[in-house]
Every structure is written in structure tokens, then in C-alpha cells.
């Protein structure tokens, strides 16, 4: 019933589609190869269909590093316009709409850097504050959400849902409260890795730190993580848990260096979980040289993606451009910048993938990772207070 | 009237005008004390034991309003005293959301307001010292937006950004950053609170805020000569700016004969391997050891007033208030031993002739109208400018 809830614009996908069409594809299918009529015409009426579906359900997407990007930037020469289109950078509102973007996670991720010189804490509220502020300075496409019920209402408004985070791991100082205060602040994704209670495998605080992030309804985040943290996690979250951008390791270029192991996809499933597939070349190539220099392709994330699909199940798969860069940064071929998910959606179709698993892909599984984890957060402040357990309590003590 | 008279009529005045106080270090305390446990200590019951603080003697004190310290030691620097920070409003949330029928969060002077109409303690925070914000304007904006409304630009330490009153000279006030640093606090609503620091830093800081500003807990220089409170020419800065002053109960700060004696008395804390503001029950047990040999000359509810009666002679009745600096502090004035003592304060200045309506500008009008008045400057300088996202490195070079 939720899902209809979050629906109301379902029955209008044939208007939606006609609106759209402004972007016919048939230009680019007049001037493809003479000899490849047949799947040209199946891929232009598959272009047009992913326009329908994107229309109703855009895409909700796991991972954008635009607001790291920006603070870097921040003092340069050049500033930023996003609304009327920014060709330094991936991500822009033009591009945005183009693309069908629905929901972001906003990124809050800092580097190692920061942590060692203490400065992990300031930083991450230096980047909430850049997105709230990035929120409040675009109302016309940007809406803050905290929650699934925001998701579907940005949508309904035209407006891209933004989800802080997420947040790294090492960035909440080992503190819970300081977790707390991340969520209070709108933060609604937190990364494991790199935190020293999620190095191999889960700490006892470590456990305590899933648990908290289950009573705040924050999302939990295993992209990066070890192996055995994965596991752990897993193992320990009621809450279904997010890679908010990875690829398979099976189809890795170096298997066992990198990406998600196929039985933690199974574990995934079992746990209704989403794993949001990259788009980051070196995600999706370990080993540039061994493909001399030559970047990934569209086909390639379809590929990750159908993995995920086929091993983790359809409702446990999503998206993630891992967009937010500088333009002259490796790209994907083909998915260059936040405009290219119809793209995407079109080889899938061409693949022969049903509307409804296109649909949970851009928006269902995402939004319901959201309202699965939202409405397990009420339960479970009905049973735990705050925890104010300290890392030295759970961890030193046994070192 | 005798004295019974003047505390009955205080008690009477509190009820509609309560206390809106500066200055009450709890937070630290349940951090020290029980690692905020607050189970442990549950405020709902007596923890005279323990707290100057707790539920039944905020009551019979006649609090109102309290600003809760959310204050960090000022040898924490970096993520460290960002992280404290962070955890010491964790504890006032909770606090509130544990004892929903006597605290209410507040947030602006409506709120502030509402509270005393609805017979709830408005809980307002303050941050004791610009270490608090590692040099980052956001995170300022991170504060005020989980609810932080005052920020004391320093604690006991100077800053790379502003001189405190018990260190060495250093940028000579407020550096250029320090300045923006102002002007920010002015466009989120922040208040300045200009306890802590050094005269230079008060003025300055007095020059460039366009917000009154406020003292949460300091008293005047005239009266006792310390370093911790407000010099004439400062107080005398305040009807223009608009801001309030609120005396301190602090007996080192207040009572001249103490200073040389809480010399001694640090000296003897350090000896035995102890921080001179260690409050902890072992802290207090050196001091108590100290006290036995070394009679502590006493300050008592007369004490403040004398400091009251000169800031009002110099600022106006229009710019005082009270801080108290319970549960921040080792000993206390006789009289106003801990939160249930300000009716005595009030009975004391009946007795000097003190009229109801000067007590309640004292007690609540003057606090209230200084969080508005921030609110509605901040309303404006939001209108012509955007967040500052100037850095001390770009400012100060």
C-alpha cells in the first residue's frame, strides 16, 4: 500500500512520455549504421520508454561527491553556476533534470587526511553545511529530505529529494552523540569504512554504532568496507544496509581486490538491502593498463548491474553515477555526466528488462530501503534510549 | 520588613518573572560525574549529594529560563573539542526529552516566553569558548542550528582569533577572522557572550557586533578587581549596544578577599596532581583538605548584590541580569549555595530598595529582550547577505 502511496503518478506514463519527447531519439537512430535497422528501431522505442519510466520513477542515486568537490574548489578562481550549467564540472542542474535525477545522496565523505589531522568533524559539518546551503541557494531543483515521505514529495514537485550523506565513518570522532548530532542535522547515510571499529569485521562498539545508526533510521553505508565488516554488519543490522557505490568483484578486472563478493550480494538479499552500482571507472576497472588505458563503457555497468540483479535479486539493486567531479576526470563511456542515466535505462530495456524491474531499479528498491529503514528506526526508539556507551568502555577495555 | 518578608515577596516576583540565568555548567558535570549517564543521576530527585542542580531546587529557585553550558575544556582543540561539544548538546536533548513536564527547549525568546506560560524551565544553550568551532565558520552554523544560542568567544585560553582575560596578550582583541567571526554569529542570531575574554577582545567585539551582546556570567571590576569581570568603560558601552550583563556568583571573581586565597587553593590542587576547576568528587575532597587548614573567606548573597548595585549605577537597570555558574564552580556564595538560592539574592535586593519592576527587568525582561533582539538582527543581515565562508587562513594570514 505504501508503494501506491508513493505512486500517485503511475496511470500518467503514457502523457509524461509524450511530454518528453521533445528529446526524440530518432535524430540519433537516422544516423546510425544502415545495416542495424532492426535494433536501432528497438533502441530508439527503448529510448523513449526509458524517458516514461524516468518520468514517473527517476532515479534515486547512491552516491554524488559534488559538495567534497565544491569545498576543494571553494576560493578558486571560477565560481560555480549550477543552475544555468557549469561545463567544469559532472554535475549541474541542466544536467540534473536531463538525466531524470529524482533523489541524490549527497556525499559527505572526507579524506584520510582530515582524519589524521583532526580536523574529520569540522569538515563534515563544513560539507552539511555546503549542501544546506547548496539546498536553500537552488529551492527550483533541490529539496531537503529526511525521510521516504520527502523522497515521493520532491518528486511530486519536480524537485530532486536530497539525502545528506554519506557521512564517513571516521568522521563521527568515535562519538555517538556526535552521531546523533549528524542525524539531528539532517545526515541520513553513514559510511563504515575506514572507521577503526569497522576495520576487520565489527568492535563491540562497533555493534553499538550499527545498532544507533538502526534507532536513528540513519542508512548504513558498506561500500569501501572490509569483507568481514560487511559480514558483520550484515549479521548485526535489523535495518536493510546500502552500498552506496560499488561494483561486483566477480566481473572485476582482478578478482578479490575491490567491489562486493558475490555471497555478501546473497547476504544483501537476505537483508533487503540495495547495492547502488558504480559508475566510477576505477570501480569498475582495478587495472587501467591491463585494458590500455581504456576507459569502461555503458555496457559495462549494465553488466554490474545485472550481476547484482541476478545474485542479490531485483528488489536489492540500484544506481549510482558517483557523479560530482570535475569534468576532466575519467568518466564512463557513455555515462559521462548526470544527464546520461536514460542511456542506461535503454540498454537495459534493450535487454529486455520489464518495466517494473527498470522502475524498482531507479526508484522502488531506493525508496523502499528508506521507508524500511525509517519505520524500523520508530519501533526501535520505542525499545532503546540514546546510547551513551563510549569506545573505550566496549573496545580498550578488552585490548 | 524583615528578611522573612523580603523572601516571601521574592518567592511572590519569581513566580511571574522568573530567573532567566547565564550560566549553569550541569552538562560538564553529568560528563565528569557519570560519563552522562543520566540514570544515574536522575534530576527529578534530590542530588544535592552531588549537582548544585537538579529539578526540585530549579524550582524553588524560581528558574525559569537556563542557558545550559555546553562548554569544553579549552585544552581540547580540533575534532576533539568540536566532538565534546557536540556530545555536551547531546545531554541537554536528552535532559529535555527525559523531563518533558519541567524542561522545554527554546530556541527564541517565544520560546522562552511559552515555557514560563506553560510552567516549564526554557532550556536554552550556550558554548563556552571559540575552540568549540576549530576555526570553521560552518561549523558556528552547525551549533546554531542544533540550537546553540550563545557563544562565549573564549574560554580560559586565548584563540588564534581572540584574546582571553586570563592569558597573555595575544592579537590584541579580536583578529581580522575574530571580527568575522562576530559578524557571523550576528547573521546566524548567535549571541556574543563577551564572558572570558579579555577587555580588548570585549571591545572589539562590542565595535563590531551590530547585535547586543551579552556577559552569561561576569561581574565588575569595580567592585572586585579580577580579570573575569567587566571594566566601567565596557559596562558603560552596553546601553548603546543594548546588551545585558549577568553577575556571577563565582566567590573568586566577586569577593576580593577570596582571590589571593583561590591562589593558594589552585597551587594546592596542582600540587596534589589535580586541574584547579577539577569539581570531581576527589577534586573536591583536596579542596575540602585545604579549606580545613586555610579558612575560606566567604561570599554571600550581599556579595552580588554590591556587584549588581554598581552595574546598575554604571550600565543601567536596563543591561544586568544573573549568571550563576552553578555546577561550574568549586564553592559558592553563602546564601546562594546552588539553584534554589536566587530568591534569596532577590530578598536581598528588596531590601535595598529594589522595586518589583527593576527585579523583573533583572530576572527576565532584560535576557528575553536580548534573544529577540539578536533574532531580529539576524532576520535583517539574512535578507543582505549569505553565509560567510571566509577561513582564519584567508583573514589572518
Known amino acids: 500500500m505504501a508503494d501506491l502511496q508513493d505512486d500517485p503518478y503511475d496511470t500518467d506514463t503514457t502523457a509524461a512520455a509524450g511530454d518528453l519527447d521533445a528529446t526524440s531519439p530518432r535524430p540519433a537512430a537516422e544516423s546510425a549504421a544502415p545495416t542495424d535497422t532492426a535494433s536501432v528501431a528497438t533502441s530508439a522505442s527503448s529510448a523513449e520508454r526509458a524517458r516514461a519510466l524516468l518520468s514517473s520513477h527517476p532515479v534515486v542515486d547512491g552516491h554524488n561527491c559534488l559538495a567534497p568537490t565544491l569545498l576543494r574548489r571553494r576560493g578558486a578562481s571560477h565560481s560555480h553556476d549550477l543552475e544555468q550549467g557549469d561545463s567544469f564540472l559532472d554535475t549541474d542542474m541542466p544536467r540534473i533534470k536531463a538525466g531524470a535525477l529524482g533523489g541524490q545522496f549527497w556525499s559527505l565523505e572526507v579524506d584520510a587526511d582530515e582524519v589524521r589531522t583532526g580536523r574529520a568533524v569540522s569538515t563534515t559539518l563544513e560539507l552539511i553545511d555546503l549542501v544546506r546551503d547548496l539546498i536553500a541557494s537552488y529551492p527550483e531543483s533541490l529539496r531537503m529530505a529526511l525521510g521516504a515521505g520527502d523522497l515521493a514529495d520532491a518528486r511530486n514537485c519536480g524537485r530532486v529529494a536530497s539525502l545528506l550523506g554519506p557521512v564517513s565513518g571516521p568522521a563521527m570522532g568515535d562519538s555517538l552523540a556526535t552521531l546523533r548530532a549528524f542525524h539531528l542535522l539532517g545526515v541520513r547515510a553513514l559510511a563504515l569504512a575506514g572507521a577503526r571499529w569497522a576495520d576487520d569485521g565489527l568492535s563491540r562498539f562497533g555493534h553499538e554504532v550499527v545498532r544507533e545508526l538502526n534507532r536513528l533510521g540513519v542508512v548504513i553505508d558498506l561500500s569501501g568496507a572490509s569483507d568481514e565488516t560487511m559480514r558483520a554488519t550484515l549479521a548485526v543490522t535489523k535495518a536493510p544496509a546500502m552500498f552506496s557505490h560499488s561494483a561486483v568483484r566477480a566481473l572485476g578486472d582482478r578478482p578479490g581486490d575491490g567491489g562486493v563478493p558475490d555471497d555478501i550480494l546473497t547476504l544483501l538479499g537476505a537483508n533487503n538491502g540495495i547495492c547502488m552500482v558504480s559508475f566510477a571507472p576505477d570501480q569498475l576497472t582495478r587495472d587501467p593498463a591491463a585494458r590500455d588505458g581504456k576507459s569502461p563503457s555503458l555496457t559495462e555497468v549494465a553488466d554490474h548491474v545485472e550481476r547484482v540483479r541476478d545474485v542479490a535479486g531485483p528488489a536489492c539493486v540500484g544506481l549510482s553515477g558517483t557523479y560530482g567531479r570535475e569534468s576532466d576526470t575519467p568518466h564512463t563511456v557513455g555515462l559521462e555526466d548526470t544527464s546520461c542515466y536514460p542511456r542506461l535505462i535503454t540498454e537495459l530495456l534493450d535487454r529486455g528488462w520489464d518495466d517494473t524491474a527498470v522502475t524498482d531499479l531507479t526508484w522502488g528498491n531506493a525508496a523502499r530501503v528508506l521507508r524500511d529503514t525509517e519505520f524500523l528506526a520508530r519501533a526501535a526508539q520505542q525499545r532503546r534510549s540514546p546510547s551513551t556507551v563510549t569506545i573505550e568502555e566496549l573496545d580498550d577495555a578488552r585490548r | ?397
Not at chain 2, 536528552?94 to 511559552?114: C, G, K, L, S
Open chain 2, 1 to 397: 520588613m524583615g528578611t522573612e518578608d523580603y523572601l516571601e515577596q521574592a518567592r511572590e516576583l519569581l513566580e511571574d518573572f522568573p530567573v532567566v540565568d547565564g550560566h549553569n555548567d550541569l552538562p560538564w558535570a553529568l560528563r565528569e560525574q557519570v560519563s552522562y549517564d543520566l540514570d544515574r543521576r536522575d534530576l527529578a530527585d534530590d542530588q544535592s549529594a552531588h549537582l548544585h542542580t537538579d529539578i526540585p531546587r530549579l524550582r524553588a529557585g524560581g528558574v525559569g529560563a537556563q542557558f545550559w553550558s555546553v562548554y569544553v575544556r579549552s585544552d581540547m582543540a580540533g575534532d576533539t573539542a568540536v566532538s565534546a561539544t557536540l556530545e555536551q548538546i547531546d545531554v541537554v536533548g536528552r535532559m529535555i526529552a527525559r523531563y518533558p513536564d519541567d524542561f522545554a527547549a527554546a530556541r527564541t525568546a517565544d520560546d522562552m516566553e511559552n515555557a514560563r506560560r506553560t510552567g516549564r524551565i526554557a532550556s536554552l544553550m550556550g558554548a563556552e569558548g571559540g575552540h568549540s568551532i576549530n576555526n570553521s565558520l560552518a561549523t558556528l552554523r552547525a551549533l546554531y542550528a542544533l540550537g546553540v544560542r550563545y557563544m562565549t568567544l573564549t574560554h580560559n585560553d586565548n584563540l588564534a582569533w581572540a584574546d582571553s582575560a586570563t592569558d597573555e596578550p595575544g592579537v590584541g582583541g579580536l583578529s581580522p577572522f575574530g571580527h568575522e567571526v562576530v559578524r557571523e554569529m550576528n547573521r546566524t542570531g548567535m549571541l556574543v557572550d563577551l564572558s572570558h575574554v579579555a577587555a580588548t577582545t570585549m571591545r572589539d567585539a562590542l565595535a563590531t557586533s551590530t547585535a547586543p551582546v551579552l556577559f552569561s556570567h561576569s561581574s565588575a571590576r569595580a567592585v572586585c578587581d579580577h580579570p573575569r569581570n567587566i571594566p566601567d568603560d565596557v559596562l558603560e558601552l552596553l546601553p548603546a549596544n543594548g546588551g545585558v550583563a549577568m553577575a556571577t556568583f563565582v566567590p573568586k571573581f566577586i569577593l576580593p578577599e577570596a582571590i589571593a586565597w583561590t591562589r593558594a587553593a589552585d597551587e594546592n590542587m596542582r600540587e596534589h596532581g589535580a586541574h584547579p576547576l577539577d569539581t570531581t568528587e576527589s577534586g573536591m575532597r583536596i579542596h575540602r583538605a585545604f579549606e580545613a587548614v586555610n579558612p575560606r573567606p566567604a561570599a554571600t548573597a550581599a556579595t552580588v548584590a554590591d556587584h549588581l548595585d554598581h552595574m546598575r549605577e554604571v550600565a543601567g537597570i536596563d543591561h544586568i541580569g544573573i549568571g550563576g555558574d552553578f555546577d561550574g564552580t568549586a564553592f559558592t556564595p553563602e546564601g546562594l549555595q546552588d539553584v534554589a538560592g536566587y530568591p534569596n539574592l532577590v530578598a536581598e535586593l528588596l531590601a535595598r530598595r529594589w522595586s518589583p519592576e527593576d527585579l523583573a527587568k533583572l530576572t527576565w525582561h532584560n535576557a528575553v529582550r536580548v534573544v529577540r533582539a539578536a533574532e531580529d538582527v539576524a532576520r535583517v543581515l539574512r535578507e543582505e547577505r549569505g553565509p560567510s565562508t571566509a577561513t582564519i587562513g584567508e583573514l589572518d594570514g
